[in-house]
């Protein structure tokens, strides 16, 4: 996953799981900076992957915004899920097959090898 793509999935998480953060919340929530967050956000809204619904909050009287998932933005954001689930099994296989042949290496070693100081093997 690219880093563009790494940030348009936790932006479509981020979205989905709460629609009514500003982009300042939104930005916090996913690590990123307010301005990244701006490019990354708008390049959704080009995409159609995400929609702008602003509205009237009556005990302040001032506009709001709420970022929405379309259908199409749910749709990419289960595939870029997929993906992500994928590639972490791989990694985790390869971790544990690495674990593995350490594990092996350090029984051989303490099985096999004179326990050595700076001098070489030491006396007793």
Known sequence: ???????S????????????????????AVGLSLGRTNYVL????????VKIDR???????????AYILT?????????????YINRKKQE???LESELAVLLAEEGEGARSKPVTGFGGPTQQ
Request: hydrophobic share 35%.
């Open 55 to 65: 509205f009237m909050q009556s005990t302040e009287k001032v506009n709001k915004t």
């Open 9 to 28: 999935f936790r932006l479509l998480r981020a979205v989905q799981q709460h629609p009514e953060y500003s982009q300042r919340e939104l930005a916090q």
């Open 71 to 83: 259908p199409t933005g749910l749709h990419h954001r289960l595939m870029l899920t997929r993906n």
């Open 1 to 7: 996953m690219t880093p563009e793509e790494q940030a």
């Open 42 to 49: 708008r390049a959704l809204i080009e995409k159609g992957w």
């Open 92 to 94: 985790y296989a390869a």
